[in-house]
């Protein structure tokens, strides 16, 4: 009788391939959005197939020359024994990719948006205000409008009254979205309700010069100018100019971020190394911190959280936390428990900070109160791809992908 284990050992390999494919793809599609039912369902298949291989195999097997099992048979089968189970534990679990979550923490579907129909070109900022986000996209001289309950597209601005010209910060009020548009040298006003054109602000006056962040708070509407080391406050009411700040004393020096927190103004300075705060009812000069334990190094985000600063140093891979109250110091978050990889842009939510990670592909959540580490999200359901502008809602964080064309919704808990 002829000896057929090569042949077994074969259809064995097979089996045991399927069944490991299987157990991969089927934990993916609990967590992938909006590919999840697709690898669940391939996953399924490729699961249950391998076992009818496997099964069959050893139904059919006919006894080799030397009876009992070959030792690749063996190994083939508790291979494939070995991947249903850590198939199993990871359905079980429905652990998420790339993902340190503590022990009791669940969170719902992540969801990543993308594709033509979007408009996404260079995402770079991204406002909230309650109904809708809005996205400006920095190479294609666009905003993006979403729908913040779905996601879905709205509409995306372009051309025409718009002027935008490489749009980079974006802010909203309430009831208009203020957009500075860094190589026109101006800003744009629409209307928060409808994207509708209001105006667009430019000339001398204004002081303009790569308006790179816009932040709006109160009556009040601040843009820095990140080429000409000022600030400018405009009303939030009619777009009128109300004061440019520059000088000896304020020290700008690469503005490139800037937050309000109803009393104060915080804006980090790039080039400086350092943060100035400025009073929100006048604009004067407060205080400028630099040096020693603040360790700024090339500061790009900063947010106010109402009793604390937070401020994220992209060069030095740390953020630093600051007392709103007096600017003092608090702590420097930094090693590599908190995977910081050139942290850029920062959002709280109340209870957590929220950290984009720009060359590592991933986002740090940390609890507001302390600074702790809670997670660290990466991986390919979360579609990260050199992530950019990151704002909250309330029950959703929303980050923009620069180098993805795509944006990613994650639940705040």
């Given at each position: 009788?002829?000896?057929?284990?090569?042949?077994?050992?074969?259809?064995?390999?097979?089996?045991?391939?399927?069944?490991?494919?299987?157990?991969?793809?089927?934990?993916?599609?609990?967590?992938?959005?909006?590919?999840?039912?697709?690898?669940?369902?391939?996953?399924?298949?490729?699961?249950?197939?391998?076992?009818?291989?496997?099964?069959?195999?050893?139904?059919?097997?006919?006894?080799?020359?030397?009876?009992?099992?070959?030792?690749?048979?063996?190994?083939?089968?508790?291979?494939?024994?070995?991947?249903?189970?850590?198939?199993?534990?990871?359905?079980?679990?429905?652990?998420?990719?790339?993902?340190?979550?503590?022990?009791?923490?669940?969170?719902?579907?992540?969801?990543?948006?993308?594709?033509?129909?979007?408009?996404?070109?260079?995402?770079?900022?991204?406002?909230?205000?309650?109904?809708?986000?809005?996205?400006?996209?920095?190479?294609?001289?666009?905003?993006?409008?979403?729908?913040?309950?779905?996601?879905?597209?709205?509409?995306?601005?372009?051309?025409?009254?718009?002027?935008?010209?490489?749009?980079?910060?974006?802010?909203?009020?309430?009831?208009?979205?203020?957009?500075?548009?860094?190589?026109?040298?101006?800003?744009?006003?629409?209307?928060?309700?409808?994207?509708?054109?209001?105006?667009?602000?430019?000339?001398?006056?204004?002081?303009?010069?790569?308006?790179?962040?816009?932040?709006?708070?109160?009556?009040?509407?601040?843009?820095?100018?990140?080429?000409?080391?000022?600030v400018t406050e405009l009303n939030a009411s009619d777009g009128s100019w109300v004061r440019t700040l520059s000088g000896g004393s304020y020290r700008f020096a690469g503005p490139s971020a800037i937050a309000v927190d109803g009393t104060h103004v915080w804006v980090t300075n790039w080039t400086g190394d350092s943060v100035t705060e400025l009073n929100a009812d006048d604009g004067s000069w407060v205080r400028t911190l630099s040096g020693g334990s603040y360790r700024f190094d090339d500061p790009e985000g900063i947010v106010v959280d109402?009793?604390?600063?937070?401020?994220?140093?992209?060069?030095?891979?740390?953020?630093?936390?600051?007392?709103?109250?007096?600017?003092?110091?608090?702590?420097?978050?930094?090693?590599?428990?908190?995977?910081?990889?050139?942290?850029?842009?920062?959002?709280?939510?109340?209870?957590?900070?929220?950290?984009?990670?720009?060359?590592?592909?991933?986002?740090?959540?940390?609890?507001?109160?302390?600074?702790?580490?809670?997670?660290?999200?990466?991986?390919?359901?979360?579609?990260?791809?050199?992530?950019?502008?990151?704002?909250?809602?309330?029950?959703?964080?929303?980050?923009?992908?620069?180098?993805?064309?795509?944006?990613?919704?994650?639940?705040?808990?």
């Open positions: 009788m002829p000896d057929d284990s090569g042949r077994q050992s074969g259809w064995y390999a097979v089996g045991a391939a399927l069944t490991a494919s299987g157990c991969a793809l089927f934990p993916l599609g609990l967590t992938t959005t909006p590919r999840s039912r697709t690898l669940q369902f391939l996953g399924l298949i490729a699961f249950v197939a391998g076992l009818a291989v496997i099964i069959c195999t050893m139904i059919a097997r006919r006894p080799p020359a030397t009876p009992g099992p070959t030792r690749f048979q063996i190994i083939t089968v508790v291979a494939s024994l070995l991947a249903m189970g850590v198939g199993g534990f990871a359905i079980f679990n429905q652990g998420q990719p790339g993902r340190s979550q503590p022990t009791g923490s669940s969170k719902k579907a992540v969801s990543v948006y993308s594709g033509d129909s979007y408009g996404f070109i260079v995402p770079w900022r991204i406002a909230v205000d309650g109904a809708h986000v809005w996205v400006t996209n920095k190479v294609g001289d666009s905003v993006t409008e979403l729908n913040a309950s779905d996601g879905s597209w709205a509409q995306t601005l372009v051309g025409g009254s718009y002027g935008f010209g490489a749009p980079e910060g974006i802010a909203v009020d309430g009831t208009h979205v203020w957009i500075g548009n860094s190589d026109g040298d101006t800003v744009t006003e629409l209307n928060a309700s409808d994207g509708s054109w209001v105006q667009t602000l430019s000339g001398a006056s204004y002081g303009f010069n790569d308006p790179h962040a816009i932040t709006a708070g109160g009556p009040n509407v601040w843009v820095a100018n990140n080429l000409s080391n000022s109402g009793t604390h600063v937070w401020v994220t140093n992209s060069g030095g891979d740390t953020v630093t936390e600051l007392n709103a109250s007096d600017g003092s110091w608090v702590q420097t978050l930094s090693g590599a428990s908190y995977r910081f990889d050139d942290p850029w842009k920062i959002a709280v939510d109340g209870t957590h900070i929220w950290v984009t990670n720009n060359l590592g592909d991933s986002v740090t959540e940390l609890n507001a109160s302390d600074g702790s580490w809670v997670q660290t999200l990466s991986g390919g359901s979360y579609g990260f791809n050199a992530p950019q502008g990151i704002a909250v809602d309330g029950t959703d964080v929303w980050v923009t992908n620069d180098a993805g064309n795509s944006v990613t919704e994650l639940p705040t808990g």
